[in-house]
């Protein structure tokens, strides 16, 4: 409730008010803590200056427009909204250019234990579909293993496989599409 | 062998049907084909659907047959008295079916049928059904089967019916339809994958994979009541369902401990046990006919081989070794011979095993075929491929020689499923 930027402020005004009558400076103080709120902010509004005794104008407080704290797990600029590990032909190894993605998800989920994870291994579509569950599995499988060890809890993951069923690149049969296709997909708890 | 391509575009009657109708295209002749002649059937421009040309048509796609001209005979003959047997000899045929179709007082009609022996002039047998206007095809089917069964000496697969599963942008429809590809109707919708239909042995139940969880889980549907139940949903994921042949259980892959491994599950989703534990990834469990026994697609030895064990667990045997990808062993229904994919040079085709002189045979020359599927006289196998990108289903003769093409305009098929004999 103290917190709240519209009670400040409104505090803020009601010692203005006040200090027209008393003589306690109290008005600089109140804009500093406004200010503090709007960080890069081009304009803050400025609190109004207690009104002249004699003036019959009246002042409504301005709040500063609220920031809402990024979602790390959405942010583009956050390593956590990034999602997919790709991987080589007929291979189940996380590459070492994904390894920080990898650890930065896990850093994430010994942070929030109550945070949920399920990792989908996906493989691209030659050979049978139910023998890329199998390979799609052990993909997922080693990206959770993977995030074990660097301390997230059993629970929290859960590792499946979509085999060759949710291709992200249904455009043409090339190498590079089919690339595009052997992944693990990490995805957070409401996101599934 | 003699090439002969003939062409079967089966005409759409239900335009309201017309996107899950399957088409079929036939290529290729079996040896040694019975010369047979089917008349038009008395009365039967009383029904909406020929059934004259429904037995044709059945008899023509077994390959097994060659259609001879049945046309200008006048009156149709409904008995083997009415028959004469010289103009049908000098046709060159062996056999002929007659027919006719006559309304009953309660609405119904009754069809009869002969089967004749041109050579011998004697009749090989006939029978008489009663049925509504709706049941001309059904009643095609039966007549199909008789003659078949007759001629053949093994039972027919035209009143049978096939599972498969139509991709159409993101929608995803599992279907059921008659042998023929015609009559088709949607058991699901959904809007994420289904794979691996599986026909309980009574023909009343399909087992598959639904990804409409967000990962695979394996669910038994009735098709009667079209009730369904999710009979192995544990952590991880769970695929691959294939029914002993009494009907009591499944076999299933889960990873739930860990890897791909296969499971028996009771067909309520109670009594999971775990048949055998390995490394390695191990898939595709698929019953022997006499339920002793488990292939599967394992690659515990480097690459993805075909391999056999107890249905209680056990030992497993490998079965193949020519090439570093063969997956998807399906037995034949007298459990002689194994169909399954393998790869040759980047191809994956369609191939059979003979079980006791491990000879084996490649049967296609299509890239990207999947999912084999015996009809129920094991003289058939139904699978899926890819033509021009799009995915159709496929059938060829075990034999390698007779082979149709089964595709739905605007759509994939995949996933195929032949369904078990019908009790009449």
Known sequence: MNKNPITVLAAALLLGLLAACSSTPVPEQSAAAVEERTPGSTAPAKPPSPPPPSSSATTKPVPPPQVIPANPLKDPANILSKRSIYYDLDSDAVKEEFRPLVQAHAKYLVENRNAKMLIQGNCDDRGSREYNIALGQRRADGVKRMLLLMGATEAQVESVSMGEEKPRCTADQGDACMAENRRSDVLYGGEY | ?424
């Open chain 2, 1 to 424: 062998m003699t090439v002969r391509k003939l062409i079967f575009a089966l005409l759409l009657l239900c335009a309201g049907l017309a996107h899950a109708q399957l088409t079929i295209e036939i290529t290729g002749a079996g040896a040694n084909q019975i010369p047979i002649a089917i008349t038009r059937f008395g009365g039967e421009d009383a029904l909406s659907q020929s059934i004259s040309e429904v037995i044709e048509a059945d008899l023509q796609r077994s390959g097994r047959f060659k259609m001879l001209y049945a046309g200008n005979v006048n009156p149709l003959p409904a008995e083997i008295n009415q028959v004469s047997f010289a103009d049908w000899k000098s046709r060159n045929a062996d056999a002929l079916v007659i027919g006719a179709v006559s309304r009953l007082p309660d609405g119904r009609f009754e069809v009869r049928f002969r089967l004749l022996d041109v050579p011998k002039q004697v009749q090989l047998g006939g029978v008489a059904y009663a049925m509504t206007a709706a049941q001309a095809r059904t009643t095609g089917h039966r007549i199909a089967d008789y003659v078949y069964e007759k001629l053949t000496g093994e039972r027919g697969v035209f009143s049978t019916r096939i599972a498969y599963v139509i991709k159409q942008g993101q929608r995803f429809e599992l279907q059921i339809a008659d042998a023929d590809g015609r009559g088709a109707q949607t058991a699901l919708a959904s809007r994420e994958p289904i794979i691996s239909p599986a026909w309980s042995p009574d023909g009343t139940r399909l087992a598959y994979v639904s990804f409409e969880n967000k990962k695979p889980v394996v669910f038994v549907h009735s098709l009667t009541t079209g009730q369904r139940q999710a009979v192995a949903n544990f952590k991880g994921s769970n695929s691959a369902p294939s029914w002993s042949p009494d009907g009591k259980q499944l076999a299933v892959v889960l990873s739930r401990d860990g890897g791909s491994q296969i499971y028996l599950v009771n067909a309520d989703g109670s009594n999971v046990r775990r048949v055998e534990a390995s490394g390695s990834i191990d898939t595709e469990p698929y019953f022997s006919p006499d339920g002793q026994t488990l292939y599967f697609t394992s690659d515990r030895g480097g690459s993805p081989q075909i391999y056999r064990m107890n249905a209680g667990g056990g030992a497993a045997t490998r079965l193949t070794f020519d090439g570093s990808y063969n997956v998807s062993p399906r037995p034949s229904p007298d459990g002689k011979l194994l169909a399954y994919v393998t790869r040759n040079a980047g191809r994956f085709q369609l191939a059979t095993l003979d079980l006791a002189s491990r000879q084996s045979q490649v049967l296609t020359d299509t890239q990207k075929d999947e999912s084999p599927s015996f009809a129920p006289n094991g003289r058939i196998i139904l699978y899926a491929t890819e033509i021009g990108g799009r995915g159709v289903l496929a059938a060829v003769s075990s034999d390698g020689r007779v082979k149709q093409r089964l595709s739905v305009q605007a759509a994939d098929v995949r996933e195929p499923a032949w369904g078990p004999f019908t009790a009449n």
